[in-house]
C-alpha cells in the first residue's frame, strides 16, 4: 500500500506533457527495428489523436491507428529538419490536413 501511495505521489509531481518529447524521439519510436519501441511511438501518437479529436481532428469511423502512425511517420520521414519541434505539434500539423474537423460543424467526425 505504502508502494502504491508512494507511486502515485510521484506521478502527480512529474510533468509529462506532451511536449516532453521531440519529433526526433517520435520518429526513432515509429521507425524502430525493436517492437516495444514501436508500440510506444504508437500510443504517443494515439493519445495526441485522443485529445485532439472532435474538436480539431475529426477522423472518419474507419480510420485506423496503423493508418494515422503510418500518415505520421510519412511526414517525420519526408521532413526531418522539423523533428526537433515538439512531438504533438507534428502529430497535429501531419493529420489536419487530412482530417481537421469542417467549419461550422459541432462535434463528431467527418463523414
Same mark, same amino acid.
Not at 474507419?62 to 505539434?89: C, I, K, M
Given at each position: 500500500?505504502?508502494?502504491?501511495?508512494?507511486?502515485?505521489?510521484?506521478?502527480?509531481?512529474?510533468?509529462?506533457?506532451?511536449?516532453?518529447?521531440t519529433?526526433?524521439?517520435?520518429?526513432?519510436?515509429?521507425?524502430?527495428?525493436?517492437?516495444?519501441?514501436?508500440?510506444?511511438?504508437?500510443?504517443?501518437?494515439?493519445?495526441?489523436?485522443?485529445?485532439?479529436?472532435?474538436d480539431?481532428?475529426?477522423?472518419?469511423?474507419?480510420?485506423?491507428?496503423?493508418?494515422?502512425?503510418?500518415?505520421?511517420?510519412?511526414?517525420?520521414?519526408? &521532413?526531418?529538419?522539423? &523533428?526537433?519541434?515538439?512531438?504533438?505539434?507534428?502529430?497535429?500539423?501531419?493529420?489536419?490536413?487530412?482530417?481537421?474537423?469542417? &467549419?461550422?460543424?459541432?462535434?463528431?467526425?467527418?463523414?
Amino acid at each position: 500500500m505504502t508502494r502504491l501511495l508512494a507511486a502515485l505521489l510521484l506521478a502527480s509531481t512529474t510533468n509529462l506533457s506532451a511536449a516532453f518529447f521531440t519529433g526526433n524521439e517520435l520518429y526513432a519510436w515509429l521507425s524502430s527495428e525493436d517492437a516495444p519501441n514501436r508500440v510506444r511511438g504508437m500510443y504517443y501518437v494515439a493519445g495526441v489523436v485522443d485529445t485532439l479529436n472532435d474538436d480539431v481532428l475529426c477522423l472518419p469511423g474507419n480510420v485506423t491507428l496503423g493508418q494515422v502512425r503510418d500518415v505520421v511517420l510519412f511526414e517525420l520521414r519526408t &521532413r526531418p529538419a522539423t &523533428r526537433n519541434y515538439q512531438a504533438d505539434v507534428l502529430i497535429r500539423a501531419a493529420l489536419e490536413p487530412l482530417w481537421a474537423c469542417k &467549419r461550422g460543424a459541432t462535434q463528431g467526425r467527418n463523414t
